[in-house]
């Protein structure tokens, strides 16, 4: 381990191919390198992804359990960026801790040993994080891969990774024919203010308890949500009765991915109803008028992403509502060994 010039920390990992070097985080400019390195890695394998430097600060730096100076490193080699990671470990609501990792190398630098020495050095520091966890929690390492990244899957099967569950990007490929779906009696859906992000935070965490991968909810995670990125609220679907918000639907719209992939696309996204308003037409109802209001805004398509295991017959409504899975993204796990 070096100190370089920069005042990062450079490291040479067991399996790291002479040549390259790993290290910590330098500054904000490692958002730049970082951003042209999944771009490069995401396109090359036909994936629509996009981000913008800000954006993925943003997205890091609002992250619940995510420590930049310690959680995220980059690959160079002769001073360039040519891969980077993120890691974080953090406690689910059923009482296990997940360690995630996460990262990109340019494709002209694949298969030269650099993915899998990033995996392995990953789970090094996330052990060290995990022993500031309690010691009898179950505790597994997570990854989530598109199921275009074939190589990636075969580097972490090989290392005693398992898919544990299944994600769906889903699309509807237009915003004509969008159904009525009145909304129940005595719910109705009103305009968001500021007084109301509290009771919309609280009602997501109660509807989305008994989710698969759900987190532990601080009041810290709060102050991180309010700073999320890209947030409209004249977008939000929110329904209430009377006092109590009973129903969400946080659509969203990225101008610059769609000028980027040259489409209008709105994101159905966050949909959550409390367990007992399920089963009366409410998420139904504020997708619909979601998807209205992205078609007067323009938008000529919609997607959303699900669990293909959620066990409120979520993935039956979103194809009635003329949904189709598009693109699979998979959780793999590997057990801890402490």
């Not at 999944?38 to 994936?47: E, K, N, Q, T």
């Not at 968001?192 to 759900?214: K, T």
Request: aromatic letters at 10%; hydrophobic letters at 40%; a negative charge.
């Amino acid at each position: 381990m070096n100190q370089n010039i920069t005042g990062a920390v450079t490291f040479a990992p067991a399996g790291l191919p002479a040549g390259f070097a790993l290290r910590g985080w330098r500054d904000d400019s490692d958002y730049e390198k970082m951003r042209r390195i999944v771009h490069a890695d995401r396109h090359s394998l036909g994936i629509e992804e996009s981000i913008s430097a800000d954006d993925l600060k943003s997205n890091l730096e609002t992250m619940p359990n995510m420590d930049i100076k310690r959680g995220v490193f980059l690959v160079e080699a002769a001073g360039e960026a040519v891969a980077y990671k993120t890691l974080r470990g953090y406690p689910e609501a059923v009482g296990q801790y997940c360690y995630n990792h996460h990262g990109s190398v340019l494709p002209e630098y694949k298969k030269r040993g650099i993915g899998l020495a990033m995996i392995r050095h990953s789970e090094q520091v996330l052990r060290e994080i995990a022993a500031t966890h309690p010691a009898q929690a179950p505790k597994a390492f997570q990854v989530f891969l598109d199921n275009l990244q074939r190589d990636l899957t075969h580097l972490l099967e090989q290392e005693g990774y398992a898919p544990v569950r299944y994600f769906y990007t889903m699309l509807r490929p237009n915003l004509g024919d969008i159904p009525g779906a009145p909304l129940p009696d005595g719910i109705e859906v009103r305009a968001v203010e500021p007084g109301h992000l509290h009771a919309i935070w609280l009602s997501m965490i109660d509807a989305f308890s008994e989710h698969w991968g759900e987190t532990e909810h601080t009041d810290e995670a709060y102050e991180l949500w309010l700073k999320r990125p890209s947030t409209r609220h004249d977008l939000w679907q929110i329904a209430w009765d009377g006092n109590r918000v009973v129903a969400v639907v946080l659509n969203t719209v990225d101008a610059e991915d769609n000028a980027l992939y040259n489409r209008k696309r709105g994101f159905t996204e966050d949909i959550a109803t409390l367990k007992a308003y399920r089963g009366r037409g409410l998420a139904q109802a504020l997708i619909a008028r979601g998807l209205r209001q992205f078609r007067e805004l323009g938008m000529t398509e919609a997607a959303l992403e699900v669990d293909t295991e959620n066990g409120t017959g979520a993935l039956k409504l979103y194809g009635k509502l003329g949904y189709r899975p598009i693109r699979t993204m998979t959780a793999y796990r590997k057990a801890f060994q402490v």
